[in-house]
């Protein structure tokens, strides 16, 4: 059993090999800083999260960077029309990102770079390029000659033969006679008056700022070395970005520079009717991550996002979120079963009466994940033991979270039909609980209950952060409803049934459905 994932570049599914055989370096190409982040990167970078935490279930040890560009010209545009200096429109929407991120449970990056950072060797880079014969430079602008480049087009598809083919009318005449050819890219470009402007030493080109696509590069390289693992973004970077990063980077590293490219796909908005709306600030309707959050919760967005595969395009509206929010609903209904037949136990019992052994010291088959002993022990062990090889094969298959979240749906199902509602068997509870909890973590549903699995509990993004915030809220109002039913047993207990049926009716009215059960009454909203 073997991770293989489609590489971009060779058109096909590979064994997922990395150069270190214990250690995964990873590049994702982050915002262009001038706006915030919206629903279409959240599927981006929710995808990253799910790859990082699936590799690091596997045992890799993954050292992930992501960029900011945080000088563009849209940059300079908005923070003049916010009466804003440029780094401090540029901060701001680093901020909210990493807010948003923190909101949709993203894990945090190994280093955020910036790419005014990196000017210096970035100049460097740039000159090694014309040195090279791969660049030239017209006008204090440094522009990159693709036809020096044989592979261009290799990731991509789009060779320079058919660029030409579909050039017409893509440049004006100006840009024409100024490049050597229609599709030669910026590296370098001199600053306008009021702009940013770095000095190069350099006579031809003196001063200015760098171009899009040498940042990455040398923010790549500059961090994870000349050859790395995974290089990625959305598939709006495939071309031109990822290709002329190729084109750049190549020359002054070597082929193949990057290991794996991967390249989730669009979200595509839908309008009330499922028809396909362009998503445009100036129709307003971007729908943002504190936006999103007002209507699911993280964990629901995060399952929504894996029952699609990654490189298929999906389907956007709040009907559709809804939809898979009720099967989530099973899920997590199963999740608060399991705590509540747990949440009496008294802390001695809470533990698995079978020790763990070191994943290096079990067979290759085994081996994962870490914690399998405490996952497939007691009365629920064989289903469990069935979840965790579809679940493993699933996401093996190239990051098939719809096999994965299709495993954890079944195993809800057969978890409910061997008879959790009823169960004593604290140990087997637990045991359930753990192999739930854990591989609906490596979907980004962060569930566990820190009393009952502490282990994954802080592996939680934003720990006690994100309980106060969404967790903490959560908690409290399930008090304010467990506080309610207190007072119904009551007013039942005493035979006053007027009273004890008003709460249950002020119950549901605000979406909580009640189940009288031989144990006690159990609510979940419905």
Not at 158 to 166: A, F, K, N, P, Y
Not at 219 to 225: K, N, P, R, V
Not at 255 to 274: K, R, S
Not at 291 to 310: C, N
């Amino acid at each position: 059993m073997a991770l293989n994932v489609y590489n971009t570049r060779t058109k096909r599914k590979e064994p997922f090999v990395p150069a270190h055989p214990k250690v995964v370096r990873i590049y994702t190409c982050g915002l262009t800083v001038y706006s915030a982040m919206h629903i279409g990167h959240a599927r981006t970078y929710c995808f990253w999260d799910v790859f990082r935490r699936w590799l690091e279930y596997r045992g890799f040890h993954v050292i992930s960077v992501i960029n900011y560009t945080d000088i563009d010209d849209r940059i300079i545009a908005n923070a003049a029309a916010g009466g804003t200096g440029m780094l401090d429109h540029a901060e701001q929407v680093i901020a909210s990102f990493r807010a948003d991120c923190r909101a949709l449970a993203i894990k945090d990056y190994a280093a955020y770079t910036r790419a005014t950072d990196f000017v210096a060797e970035q100049i460097e880079a740039v000159q090694a390029l014309i040195d090279k014969g791969k660049a030239y430079v017209v006008d204090g602008e440094v522009l990159y000659d693709v036809r020096s480049f044989e592979r261009y087009g290799e990731l991509s598809g789009r060779t320079i033969d058919s660029l030409q083919e579909g050039a017409s009318g893509r440049t004006d005449a100006t840009e024409r006679q100024r490049k050597r050819f229609f599709a030669d890219f910026t590296l370098w470009k001199p600053s306008k008056a009021g702009e940013p402007s770095w000095d190069t030493g350099k006579e031809a080109w003196p001063s200015g700022r760098p171009g899009w696509h040498i940042e990455c590069s040398v923010m790549s390289t500059s961090t994870l070395g000349q050859h790395f693992d995974v290089h990625g973004g959305g598939i709006d970077n495939l071309f031109p970005h990822h290709e002329n990063e190729i084109a750049q980077a190549e020359p002054l590293c070597g082929h193949p520079w990057v290991g794996y490219w991967m390249h989730p796909a669009h979200l595509q908005l839908l309008d009330e009717d499922g028809k396909p709306i362009k998503m445009s600030k100036s129709l307003g309707n971007v729908i943002s991550i504190p936006e999103l959050r007002e209507h699911h919760s993280a964990d629901q967005i995060r399952w929504f996002f894996g029952v699609t595969h990654y490189r298929s395009s999906l389907a956007f509206n709040w009907q559709l979120v809804s939809e898979a929010s009720k099967g989530f609903d099973k899920v997590k209904r199963a999740v608060t079963t399991l705590e509540q037949r747990l949440e009496q136990a008294p802390d001695e019992d809470l533990k698995i009466p079978v020790q763990g052994s070191y994943a290096s010291l079990r067979g290759a088959d085994q081996a994962i994940p870490r914690e399998r002993e405490s996952f497939v022990y007691g009365q629920y062990g064989e289903a469990s033991a069935r979840f965790i090889e579809r679940f493993i094969a699933g996401m093996d298959d190239d990051m098939g979270t719809p096999k994965a979240t299709a495993a954890v749906f079944d195993y809800v199902g057969e978890l409910f039909a061997g008879g959790i509602e009823a169960s004593d068997d604290v140990p087997s509870l637990l045991a359930a609980y753990r192999c739930l909890t854990r591989h609906l973590w490596v979907l980004g549903a962060e569930l566990p209950n820190a009393r009952l699995y502490p282990e994954l509990a802080v592996e939680c993004v934003g720990g006690a952060e994100r309980d106060n915030a969404g967790g903490g809220r959560e908690a409290a109002l399930a008090g304010v409803i467990d506080k309610l039913l207190e007072l119904r047993q009551e007013a039942r207990k005493a035979k006053d049934f007027a009273k004890s049926d008003q709460i249950r009716d002020l119950l549901k009215d605000a979406g909580v459905a009640v189940e009288d059960t031989p144990k006690g009454p159990r609510w979940e909203v419905s």
